[in-house]
Each structure stands twice: as structure tokens, then as C-alpha cells.
């Protein structure tokens, strides 16, 4: 019964280089979520997902930042063009339909230089 | 605009006392209440929930509080035993699981 898989764990990105975060629900979970801690803070919604569909993209910053959930594969954040302020833990949650917990992942851990 | 607050950044206590730790929240959209823990360099785990119909939930040493009026919720960890030493994140949500927002964490640490 494997829980929500987020890879990579780390990784190591050039200012102005992509990054994408692949995060795999646990099984049976429909809905994906995104929440980032910059180093010191918080956890900071991003982004709420169901199968191809985005439900709340509230927090995601209006440039540079995409995000999917396709019907088949997993959900990948996409960070175009980072830059340092970039450098953060991104962990995904997902939650089954109608249920009101969700369930983290181990996280990513960008590191731009 | 902070929807949930943790006024404490850090609480200290003994091993084998209560560590209470506290949550206040603003929105009184917020239905459903949630604690969760987190170890450095891992994700946040699930702990104990409560329904805003209930006033407590009890699960094992994890109890948690809910006072709706004061709009105000609270966490009690009886004993408290060193592996409890983590980030604690209070976490609200509604409309079912639509919108989950977090606290910005209160960090334990039991002391032997």
C-alpha cells in the first residue's frame, strides 16, 4: 500500500533552467495537491488538482509555475526559468473523492544555484 | 492575511508532561481541522482531525480540542515522549476538502 511518491527528492537546477517535480497519488486518491516551504516558513498552498482538471490554482505564482494531472501518469509540477528564490521543499498531498484528509508526500527538495 | 495562526514558534517540555500547542483560525468558513507533524527533511504525517460538530477527538496519547466560538483549537500530546520532538502544523479546511490552509507550525521539543 504504498503511500504518495514524489520524485526526484532532490535536485539541482542552473538559474534559468526547467525544473519538474513528478508526484504519484496514492492509489485510489483522484485529487493532487501542491504546497511549497521556502526555507524558515510554512507550508503554502499552491495548487489543487483533480484527473486533468485544476480546481485551485490560487497560490501558484502567475509566471513560471504550471501544473497537470493527466488522466494517465502522474502530476508534474513545472517551474520554468528558475531563479534562487526558486530553492524549496515542494511536497505533494492527495486525498481520495469526498474524503477531508490528505496525505503527503516526502517531498522535493529544489536547490537552485 | 493569515487565515491560521500558531502564535508559538517553539515550546519546550519535559518528558512525560502534556505539551499542549495551540491553533487560532479566522475564517469561520472552516469546517474541518487537522494536525499534522513533520520531521526535517521529510513530509508533513497525518495525526488526529476533528469535525467542527465536535468539541474533541481522542486518538491514543493525541487529543485534540476544538472551541468554535473562540475559534480556537488546541493539541494535547499526554505523555510526551522524545520521538514527539517535530514541526507541528495545525491545518484548516472547507467546502470538503476544497482548500486546505496551513499554520506556519509550532516546533516541540521533549527534553529528557
Known amino acids: 500500500n504504498a503511500g504518495v511518491m514524489q520524485n526526484p527528492r532532490h535536485l539541482v537546477r542552473r538559474r534559468g533552467q526547467e525544473a519538474r517535480l513528478r508526484c504519484s497519488p496514492m492509489?485510489?486518491?483522484?485529487?493532487v495537491y501542491w504546497y511549497r516551504q521556502l526555507p524558515e516558513e510554512g507550508l503554502k498552498f499552491m495548487v489543487y488538482?483533480?484527473?486533468?482538471?485544476?480546481?485551485?490554482e490560487s497560490g501558484m505564482p502567475k509566471e513560471r509555475f504550471s501544473a497537470e494531472f493527466p488522466k494517465e501518469g502522474p502530476s508534474i509540477l513545472r517551474i520554468q526559468q528558475v531563479v534562487r528564490g526558486d530553492s524549496a521543499a515542494y511536497f505533494c498531498?492527495?486525498?481520495?473523492?469526498?474524503?477531508?484528509?490528505?496525505?503527503f508526500g516526502e517531498g522535493s527538495w529544489l536547490t537552485v544555484v | 492575511d493569515q487565515q491560521v495562526k500558531q502564535n508559538s514558534p517553539s515550546l519546550s517540555v519535559q518528558e512525560g508532561r502534556i505539551s499542549i500547542l495551540n491553533c487560532d483560525y479566522t475564517n469561520s468558513m472552516f469546517d474541518y481541522f487537522l494536525w499534522y507533524k513533520k520531521y526535517p527533511a521529510e513530509g508533513p504525517t497525518f495525526l488526529i482531525s476533528i469535525s467542527s460538530i465536535k468539541d474533541k477527538n481522542e486518538d491514543g496519547r493525541f487529543t485534540v480540542f476544538l472551541n468554535k466560538s473562540a475559534k480556537h483549537l488546541s493539541l494535547h500530546i499526554v505523555p510526551s515522549q522524545p520521538g514527539d520532538s517535530a514541526v507541528y502544523f495545525c491545518a484548516a479546511s472547507y467546502n470538503y476538502g476544497q482548500n486546505f490552509v496551513f499554520g506556519p507550525g509550532t516546533r516541540l521539543s521533549v527534553l529528557p
Open positions: 498531498a492527495s486525498s481520495p473523492q469526498g474524503r477531508n484528509t490528505i496525505y
Open positions: 492509489k485510489g486518491h483522484s485529487h
Open positions: 488538482l483533480q484527473k486533468e482538471n485544476i480546481i485551485d
